[in-house]
């Protein structure tokens, strides 16, 4: 029997009358005849042949939609259009039957909606199989880009008693007994019982575990999942997340940003030459969605042109201060059609605004620098004029903020001080602020949301349809 090939590779084989072995699972059968066969390693199908008059009858009906099949047959060119050979089979076994009944995936175009429902099974259809062969591509490139140029890749922890971003937005780890929770005289939990003898929640970022590293090693970056209990029910959100954090000694925030620039056109350069097919897959289900929509809403271009234009051209650096002015006086805040309308210097952008400005102002991804301070971290390095952090954040058309990032205050002085003002206690970060009480220097580092870069290359519409079991609010299911 011969060794088993996948069918990307099959399809690329010289047919010469050899025997092959191939497993999948049927996407369609047509005419007692033609088999579609999918094993995930490509968009495309290898067509099986079917013998009919010599197949046995019962064999035949258990090729339904769904079953998973092991084919032996001989390669030939390919009588039909679309495909360059087929597989002749001479024999079929049925490795696991699919009930056409009861199979939810029929061979017609599901919603989105549906699927998500059904995400244990929408890895079979062409749209997934794309979005986490992409998906798979970007991880590996961001891997390739940081290791070639020699950064440590650091594990930091899943668990943690410290809120990296001062936001109260974590997920809390405890194993008390929650019927029955252990007080302390004044009536709280008692965490001292706890499992740690502390609090402890799900991280919310690395980076402030990154920076320790990076005050060794020079050059870390993590990639993980980071958690986060805000409750946003929106297409860009999601509870569980992977992060890229890098973080770099002797870095400033030109360093930062270049670096962030680079990593970004990187990875979807990498996609662009290893997904293909795939994206042009996922290009043309995006003209075939918007062929519904009225000629004023369609994009202008279409996905795979918009990856190329990010190659293509330099992101649009300008301050906070810049963006304010430009929103300020921009046709929507004027006529208030903004939801959240800019009266001034100080604004918290909200994703309108950073839509604004990269969609219709700049018509390209867009890098803002120096917010102010109140709406920034405490981590962030103070500018001179007292008012402003040396904070970044890359915008990007469709997704609004991708990447969120800065310089850090390496200052001890300064630091305590913006951690006294805000009220973040200084005894539980002692070991933060050690580094820089001990060779600290001048340093800075990103967070890159996975799912929004996988979002921007896949020109999907919704987070949860870019990682295979979303988290939102009252959905944990799979
Ligand atoms: O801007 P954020 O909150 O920054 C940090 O966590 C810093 N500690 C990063 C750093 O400097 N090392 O998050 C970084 C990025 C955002 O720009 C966004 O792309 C993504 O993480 N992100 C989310 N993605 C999906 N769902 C959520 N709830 C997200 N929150 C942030
Ligand atoms: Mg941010």
Not at 80 to 92: L, R, Y
Not at 358 to 386: A, C
């Amino acid at each position: 029997m011969s060794q088993r090939i996948k069918i990307k590779a099959l399809l690329q084989t010289t047919p010469a009358e050899q025997e092959v072995n191939v497993k999948g699972w049927v996407r369609t059968f047509r005419n007692n005849q033609f088999i579609a066969l999918n094993d995930g390693s490509t968009n495309s199908n290898i067509q099986i042949v079917v013998d009919f008059q010599n197949t046995d009858e019962a064999l035949l009906k258990r090729i339904t939609t769904g079953a998973a099949l092991s084919v032996t047959g001989i390669l030939v060119a390919s009588l039909g259009k679309g495909q360059a050979v087929d597989v002749k089979a001479t024999n079929i076994e049925i490795l696991g039957d699919s009930d056409p009944e009861k199979y939810p995936l029929q061979p017609k175009k599901h919603s989105l909606e549906f699927l998500r429902e059904i995400a244990h099974l929408r890895f079979r259809t062409n749209t997934f199989g794309a979005i986490f062969r992409v998906r798979n591509s970007l991880a590996f490139a961001v891997h390739r880009f940081f290791q070639e140029q020699g950064f440590v890749y650091l594990h930091t922890p899943v668990i943690t008693a410290s809120d990296a971003e001062g936001a109260g937005e974590a997920f809390k780890v405890t194993n008390l007994d929650l019927d029955n929770l252990p007080r302390t005289e004044n009536g709280e939990i008692d965490y001292k019982q706890d499992f740690f003898g502390r609090a402890t929640n799900l991280t919310v970022s690395g980076q402030l575990e990154g920076e320790l590293g990076a005050m060794a090693l020079s050059d870390i970056y993590t990639f993980g999942p980071t958690f986060r209990a805000e409750n946003s029910n929106t297409t860009r959100h999601l509870a569980e997340f992977w992060m890229i954090e890098p973080e770099m000694a002797f870095y400033d925030l030109a360093d930062n940003m270049d670096l962030a620039e680079g990593l970004l056109k990187y990875v979807i350069n990498y996609a662009l030459e290893h997904n293909r097919e795939d994206i042009e897959f996922l290009t043309q289900r995006l003209l075939d969605e918007e062929k519904s929509k009225p000629q004023q809403e369609r994009s202008e271009m279409s996905l795979l042109e918009k990856l190329q234009f990010c190659l293509n051209n330099n992101f649009e650096r300008l301050t906070y201060t810049q963006a304010i002015e430009i929103l300020k006086d921009s046709t929507p805040n004027k006529k208030k059609k903004f939801q959240y309308l800019i009266e001034g210097w100080g604004a918290d952008l909200q994703s309108e605004h950073e839509r604004y400005l990269v969609e219709k102002h700049f018509k390209k991804p867009v890098i803002l620098t120096d917010y102010p301070k109140e709406i920034k971290s405490f981590y962030m390095r103070q500018n001179d004029d007292g008012k402003t952090v040396a904070a970044m954040d890359i915008l990007f058309p469709g997704i609004g903020e991708i990447v969120g990032g800065s310089q850090r205050e390496e200052r001890l002085e300064k630091l305590e001080q913006r951690m006294d003002e805000i009220g973040i206690p200084k005894d539980e970060l002692w070991w933060y602020l050690d580094t820089r009480r001990f060779g600290g220097c001048p340093h800075a580092g990103f967070g890159l949301g996975f799912e929004r870069l996988v979002l921007f290359v896949t020109g999907m519409g919704n987070i949860r349809d870019v990682i295979p079991f979303p988290r939102f609010p009252k959905n944990a299911e799979f």
